[in-house]
């Protein structure tokens, strides 16, 4: 019998130190916070959480250092039933570090660390059989050469390819060419290329440089999809937001996730997107996902 095929997110693994204070500080400001948590984190990881919820076995490639730390998040990965074959250990490199400040209302600001998530490789992608994969999503917390041979491996093997550019950056035209759905927030977006003035004229210059379709989350104001047919707005669902942070990993994880089950239906798979990210910026810490049944019940008052 043929094997149903998996969806893959290739990515970064984080340990996240969060701080909760009134105001994000200044440049050069010493502020006195509040609470310390440390979560599960790294948009790779986020992303692959969110879309195992909705999918189950959904497959995780990404560098993990040497220590123990890194143990001790794989173990918690396959804990949660992600298929986590595909990690690399790198002794000798630290598991990266995210040192984040979570402020009222759930605004944030986040310094990363990268560590084992930059020994990730460009042979590294070209070794991982893309063709068990319906789906592979991907972000910028690898070297932007590894991204690179992920997102062309990926496509030569016929995988629905989506890609988050964040940390926001240029992006050459030989990487755009290669994603299907590009998801960037609406910081991000104007980062991509030289000159971006817009939203709209971002996305029109993207398209044009070969991505298939585009989502800019909004955070408190939904969404708006743009494909060569037009532009699309999708309303929020609105909460309490306590922690914002990993938020957008959740929509696009389960945005993938929601393709694959939806067949493709991307309008169901913006909505169901938006509902898992909805609930996950009600709970602190990154991977604080809802139940693919909980998204459901979100999904009713949406
Ligand atoms: O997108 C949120 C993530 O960014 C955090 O989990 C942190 O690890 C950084 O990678």
Redesign the pocket.
Known sequence: MKKEKKILVVG?M?V?MVVKTSRIPRVGETLLGGVFNQ?E???G??QAVAANAIFPGTAFCAGVGGDTIGAEYLKYLRGRGLDVSLVRSFKGAHT?V?L?TVAKEGKNS?T?APGANMLLSPADMRKIDFSKFSHAAFQL?NSLETVEAGLEQAKLASCVTILTP?PGRLLPNSVLKNVDYLVPNEIEILQLKRGYASIDSAAAGLLKSGVGNIIVTLGERGCVYFNGEGKTSFKPCSVRAVDT??A??CFTGSFMAGLRIYGGDVGKAIKLATAAAAIKVTKAG?QSVGTFAEVKRMLKKF
């Open positions: 970064s984080n996240d979560y984190g790294g948009k990881a986020n990266g995210a984040i986040i990363v917390e964040a942070v990993g957008g990993d990154a």
